[in-house]
């Protein structure tokens, strides 16, 4: 049975925008109560990727993170070139989701960890060599703001990826900006920022200001050694998460 039919269609697509935070949490705990309810069973397809991203109002990969899940849990299939279907009505237990989760949320962020290590270094160093002043200072920016404000107020902005975003730009080489930009936006739809302790947070933020520094003194090898210093921070704080790691 497909989904998209008038009288299903409207009842997945009748929830509001899930919350910023845990946004493929929300997702996950709507779909599991349309199965309950009796309104979702085995056979039924979802519709297209791009409906349910614009009517939960959140991105592909915040999407893809909570079907992936589900699907992980045999409560969802992905049939290659004709979508997603129901597999499986059984009920989950709230805390074995969460936990198995968690589980795969840290494998989730260590596996972009590493992807982002090695193209955010070479572009930071690419950055040195060719970002223009209007570049360099779209770098700085969200640097002198985010120093403004207190750990917490900070981590509730978009600023770090704004950072991390001007970097990637101001490499020049638009292939490489690219995939950092899919990375990023992988990262966002993990929520990364709970998974680093508020007290790591405001340390991790500092260091933006050497890698700044670096590039606008043209330092290549300058720059590549200092965002490799920050990624191995950030691996330290991702490691001091209290999710369950096994």
Known sequence: MVLET????????????VKAV???????????????????RVGDKFPPERVL?????????????????LQSQGIVESRHGDGRYVRSVRALDANDLRRRHLIDRRQSLLQIWEVRTLLEVQAARLAAVNASEEQIRAIERPIILMGEMAAPDSRETDLNMEIHTAVALASGND???QMILMALEEYRALDFKEAVPIEEWKGLQEEHWPIARAIRSRSAERAGTVMTQHFEDLKRALDKWSGPTN
């Not at 008038?6 to 925008?17: R, T, Y």
């Not at 845990?22 to 309104?39: N, V, Y």
């Open 53 to 69: 991203a614009d009517r939960w109002q959140v991105s592909r990969p915040v999407l893809r993170e909570a079907f992936r899940v």
């Open 6 to 17: 008038p009288e299903k269609a409207d009842s997945i697509l009748s929830f509001s925008p």
């Open 22 to 40: 845990l946004r493929h949490q929300s997702i996950i705990e709507q779909i599991m109560g349309l199965i309950e309810s009796g309104t979702l």
């Open 175 to 177: 292939y490489l900006a």
